[in-house]
């Protein structure tokens, strides 16, 4: 298997915007945060009371994206182990929080670990793309060509109703109600 050509990335504007990310990913656990508080005091109490998580989330998210685009483009590779980096740089700065080192470390480690697997497995979980292509149209298009089943062996298996019907469905089925009920329904449009 080939591997595609490295292209560099721009660290400083992934930085920028994965900073703008994990903000507003801190504001809104911080404002989580805020309404499960005794007594919440006003609007702008999730800044003041709870605001150190915005700053955390800002500095891990800007951390995480700059960190992953330089050690790709130092590296030359896009691999899992660039996200394992800039994870464990972002766990790191979690773990200040702890205020200790084995905080510091076992967070930059956990996350790193995390985030080079996540990557490592296709960027999903349960689901490996073959190849790295991530062609979800071709990938249905094959199953469905691999699954379709004839629908007279359909009709054998499952019969006729729920949604499957056959060729002549319509006329067999008044037939039936006409016996039935004794109904007429060429009569009735």
Known sequence: METPPFHRQDAISLAVKGTLY?????AFISAMQNTLTKAPVGAASFITR????????????GSYMFFRAASANLRGVEDSLNPAIG???AGALLGIR?????????????????????????????RRFVNGQRDEVGRKEGVRARTRRDIKETLEDLGEGRGIYGPGWEE???ARLSEK???????VK
């Open 98 to 126: 702890v205020r200790t080192m084995p905080g510091v470390v076992g967070c930059g480690v956990g996350l790193g670990v995390t985030m080079g697997i996540f990557e490592y497995t296709g960027g999903a979980l349960g």
């Open 181 to 187: 009920y004794g109904i007429n329904f060429d009569e």
């Open 87 to 89: 994870g464990a740089v």
């Open 172 to 174: 067999r089925r008044r």
């Open 50 to 61: 709870t605001g150190g998580v915005i700053g955390l989330g800002a500095a891990m998210g």
């Open 22 to 26: 994990g903000s507003g990913a801190g």
